[in-house]
């Protein structure tokens, strides 16, 4: 099974979403806890390729075009992680996929349950967002995991302090789908 993860942003390129109190950018959060993931899943004996990259589909030529190379490897899976923003209210997990009842939606789900189970955080659920260019340009099951809002106290300390918790349960959550997919 090859899983192709793709921390979001571009660490010194595109910092994403910032949290100035806690000084923290989601491109560093994101790559820390991709790392996690890639060991977690290596170890349970999944092929991972990670590319953090600030060219997606194809817009900044000097960098490795993300689904580009998730579809020419092939990958399986395609793992995005993410961040989320807005105001200090909001919070809580959700996992984005380009449509509903679909594998992609299948993972999605997996991935949501193993985050809210073990990390306590707000269920926001799987939602559509077919208009998302890691979802809509890549050739197998994609999802797309906004972790917790960075813009939230709560969260954000979660964000910073249990990396290790969320990647083994984003790395639950792939391996639970593997399984219920039957491979
Ligand atoms: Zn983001």
Redesign the pocket.
Same mark, same amino acid.
């Given at each position: 099974m090859r899983v192709f993860i793709n921390p *979001?942003?571009h660490p010194g390129l595109d910092p *994403? /979403?910032v949290n100035r109190n806690y000084g923290v950018t989601?491109a560093d959060i994101?790559r820390d806890v991709g790392v996690l993931v890639a060991d977690y899943l290596t170890a349970a004996g999944c092929e991972v390729k990670t590319v953090q990259s600030n060219n997606l589909a194809g817009e900044d030529a000097a960098y490795t075009n993300v689904c580009l190379s998730a579809n020419t490897w092939p990958a399986d899976i395609f793992v995005s992680l993410?961040?989320? /923003?807005a105001t200090p209210a909001a919070q809580g997990t959700e996992v984005l996929v380009y449509s509903r009842w679909t594998q992609a939606d299948m993972l999605a789900s997996c991935i949501q349950r193993q985050i809210v189970g073990s990390l306590g955080t707000v269920d926001r659920g799987v939602k559509e967002r077919p208009r998302l260019v890691v979802l809509n340009s890549t050739h197998m099951p994609a999802v797309l995991v906004?972790m917790g809002f960075i813009t939230n106290d709560d969260d954000c300390q979660m964000l910073i302090n249990q990396q290790d918790e969320l990647a083994r349960a984003i790395a639950r959550g792939i391996t639970d789908y593997i399984t219920e997919r039957g491979e």
């Open positions: *979001g942003h *994403g /979403a989601e994101v993410h961040c989320n /923003a906004e």
